[in-house]
């Protein structure tokens, strides 16, 4: 059993920034991570993932050169660093984890997840 935690989200206004993140507790031992996020009215998609040790990262197209994805193995959280913020990156934000090594990029394959952080992002 594995438990995630996200915290960070809010308002904030567009070219601002804000930090993401998520505890994950339970089993997580050689399991990789990944953010991803759901606008109103669209499908959920994957923002960015790290792997299990860190040497692999995925960033969406639209998301990379704004936001960075890490881990801190020690305290078991993941952080989700946004910036540059634009009205489309509005959205319910979702931690979430898989038990491959690397990243993964299929909705299938991650088994858990958080409740959700809603990020607002006002024009």
């Known amino acids: 059993q594995v438990q995630l935690v996200e915290s960070g989200g809010g308002l904030v206004q567009a070219g601002g920034s804000l930090l993401l993140s998520c505890a994950a507790s339970g089993r997580t031992f050689s399991r990789s991570m990944a953010w991803f996020r759901q606008a109103p009215g669209k499908e959920r998609e994957l923002v960015a993932g790290v792997s299990w040790r860190g040497g692999r990262i995925y960033y969406s197209d639209s998301v990379k050169g704004r936001f960075a994805i890490s881990r801190d193995i020690a305290k078991n959280t993941v952080y989700l660093q946004m910036n540059s913020l634009k009205p489309e990156d509005t959205a319910v934000y979702y931690c979430?984890?898989?038990?491959?090594?690397?990243?993964?990029?299929?909705?299938?394959?991650?088994?858990?997840w958080g409740q959700g952080t809603q990020v607002t992002v006002s024009a």
């Open positions: 979430a984890t898989t038990p491959n090594f690397g990243v993964v990029v299929g909705q299938a394959e991650y088994d858990y």
